[in-house]
């Protein structure tokens, strides 16, 4: 399924380092978490459900506690 993702607005992460090394999710899009590379902004794009995206951050504060 495609998505028109032209529109949205884009961030990083507060705990990015400035070396431009993350990924970037966008905002806007009921539903929807859109993942792009900030290193590549026209690149490629993945689109993950709200209810997975929410399930990979906490896991990833699970095993990180101190990332976050």
Known sequence: MG????GIAWRK??????NG????IGSGLPGI???RD???PAG??????EGAWTSFL????ADHP???
């Open 44 to 49: 490629a794009r993945l689109v993950f459900g």
């Open 58 to 61: 906490a896991k990833l504060n």
């Open 3 to 6: 998505y028109d993702l032209s």
């Open 38 to 40: 900030s290193k590549d």
């Open 66 to 68: 101190t990332a976050f």
């Open 13 to 18: 992460s507060s705990y990015s380092s400035a």
């Open 33 to 35: 978490v859109p993942v």
């Open 21 to 24: 090394q993350c990924v970037e």
